[in-house]
């Protein structure tokens, strides 16, 4: 008899246990969270995507050009209060620095695209070749997508990717204006984007995007 009940008392706490048990769903309705990203034509006129896949934009003399994104629709577990739990974050290999002087190269991006770990990689600047911490020192040089890397900023913390890059949050459209000045023209850049569906605890799905432009 005693062994018949405390099979039942078993069966019993399984059987709560399984119902207890609820897991979290996809970040995304439809079970595939992809993302659409293209250039203002508003702001841009005549900006077009080649055969290749790169952007095409004409200075026009506006200072910024602006990309917009399309989030795909995201799980109402993961809306709160209105508020969609999404973050975009955009990161470009375009610099400026020196009232002026451009030059491309893949430091500090938010999606892994470092000269090296240590960050003394030098970098060639005309006939002479100064380090990161050099410029930072002489003048913040600024990211084409909105930020700059100051002298004071630690370049090898843990927390140094939260501070790079520039972020929209709590949106399913998605834009950031990016600088573009004449002396731009000729050249190339590529703008990284990262979406992460679900900033708060539970799955989580990132999706990662490039945009390569040519300035006309």
């Given at each position: 008899?005693?062994?018949?009940?405390?099979?039942?008392?078993?069966?019993?706490?399984?059987?709560?246990?399984?119902?207890?048990?609820?897991?979290?769903?996809?970040?995304?309705?439809d079970?595939?969270?992809?993302?659409?990203?293209?250039?203002?034509?508003?702001?841009?006129?005549?900006?077009?995507q080649?055969?290749n896949?790169?952007?095409?934009?004409?200075?026009?003399?506006?200072?910024?050009?602006?990309?917009?994104?399309?989030?795909?629709?995201?799980?109402?577990?993961?809306?709160?209060?209105?508020?969609?739990?999404?973050?975009?974050?955009?990161?470009?290999?375009?610099?400026?620095?020196?009232n002026?002087?451009?030059?491309?190269?893949?430091?500090?991006?938010?999606?892994?695209?470092?000269?090296?770990?240590?960050?003394?990689?030098?970098?060639?600047?005309?006939?002479?070749?100064?380090?990161?911490?050099?410029?930072?020192e002489?003048?913040p040089?600024?990211?084409?997508?909105?930020?700059?890397?100051?002298?004071?900023?630690?370049?090898?913390?843990?927390?140094?990717?939260?501070?790079?890059?520039?972020?929209?949050?709590?949106?399913?459209?998605?834009?950031?204006?990016?600088?573009?000045?004449?002396q731009?023209?000729?050249?190339?850049?590529?703008?990284?984007i990262?979406?992460?569906?679900?900033?708060?605890?539970?799955?989580?799905?990132?999706?990662?995007?490039?945009?390569?432009?040519?300035?006309?």
């Amino acid at each position: 008899m005693k062994k018949l009940i405390y099979i039942s008392l078993v069966i019993s706490l399984l059987a709560c246990s399984k119902e207890e048990i609820t897991l979290s769903p996809y970040p995304c309705l439809d079970g595939n969270c992809d993302t659409f990203f293209y250039i203002d034509p508003v702001v841009s006129p005549g900006v077009y995507q080649d055969g290749n896949g790169y952007w095409h934009i004409q200075h026009w003399g506006y200072q910024y050009f602006t990309i917009k994104g399309e989030l795909d629709e995201i799980h109402p577990d993961y809306i709160i209060n209105g508020t969609p739990l999404v973050e975009t974050i955009f990161d470009s290999n375009y610099w400026l620095w020196i009232n002026g002087l451009t030059f491309t190269v893949p430091l500090y991006s938010v999606l892994g695209f470092f000269t090296s770990g240590d960050y003394l990689n030098p970098i060639p600047v005309g006939n002479l070749t100064y380090t990161i911490e050099n410029m930072t020192e002489l003048h913040p040089p600024l990211n084409i997508v909105g930020y700059e890397v100051s002298k004071h900023q630690c370049l090898d913390c843990p927390y140094t990717s939260e501070l790079l890059g520039t972020r929209s949050k709590y949106t399913t459209f998605p834009q950031q204006q990016i600088f573009f000045d004449n002396q731009m023209v000729g050249d190339t850049a590529t703008i990284f984007i990262k979406t992460i569906f679900n900033t708060d605890i539970g799955p989580k799905a990132e999706v990662e995007k490039e945009l390569n432009i040519i300035f006309d």
